[in-house]
């Protein structure tokens, strides 16, 4: 009996048909738990971030920020005095370095002020107010957001969340 060796081009055509299925599934499902671990991730980072603007407003008893919410920026850490365990505040920036130093420790933020596609803002305490993620509410202290949630928008994700002075956090949903 003569017997071939090798697979028929429907056997082959069959397997293809069901990889490409099989991955037509899976890679959704992928990217979904891949924004989910990010939004975790950075959702850890705002509480750390909470916690440290809570110490500074009780230990050194400063309202930081005054007036307005303030990005929290990858260049705070750049900016070294030549002393800077003797500089708490001063007019521009570079009086975060110590609250960055002592409270913060290493901010994971790439060069565009982003961490895991999220940027944070920390809160003022004495004003309400709309800017950034704040949401006008005095209570909140920090919080993160996703500038580009609007462009892949699914209902019942999240695209931020805020600190409160309490320590807890509450996520922002994504509008439908």
């Not at 048909?17 to 738990?33: E, G, N, R």
């Not at 303030?70 to 005095?81: E, H, I, T, Y």
């Not at 940027?119 to 709309?130: H, K, L, Q, R, V």
Request: charged letters at 20%.
């Amino acid at each position: 009996m003569n017997r071939r060796k090798g697979f028929t081009l429907l056997e082959i055509l069959i397997v293809v048909v069901i990889a490409v299925s099989v991955a037509a599934f899976a890679l959704p499902a992928y990217k979904k738990m891949q924004d989910r671990t990010n939004y975790m991730a950075a959702q850890g980072f705002l509480i750390d971030l909470g916690n440290s603007v809570k110490m500074l407003r009780e230990e050194l008893d400063y309202n930081y920020p005054s007036s307005s919410a303030k990005l929290v920026s990858a260049s705070w850490q750049s900016s070294v005095p030549s002393d800077p365990d003797n500089v708490v505040f001063t007019v521009n920036n570079a009086h975060l370095l110590l609250f960055v130093r002592h409270y913060l420790g290493a901010m994971p933020l790439d060069s565009s002020n982003y961490y895991k596609n999220y940027m944070f803002a920390i809160c003022p305490e004495n004003t309400s107010t709309s800017s950034y993620c704040c949401q006008g509410d005095s209570d909140v202290v920090a919080c993160m957001y996703d500038p580009s949630y609007s462009s892949r928008a699914t209902k019942g994700e999240y695209y931020g969340a805020v600190y409160y002075e309490d320590g807890n956090v509450q996520r922002i949903a994504k509008r439908s």
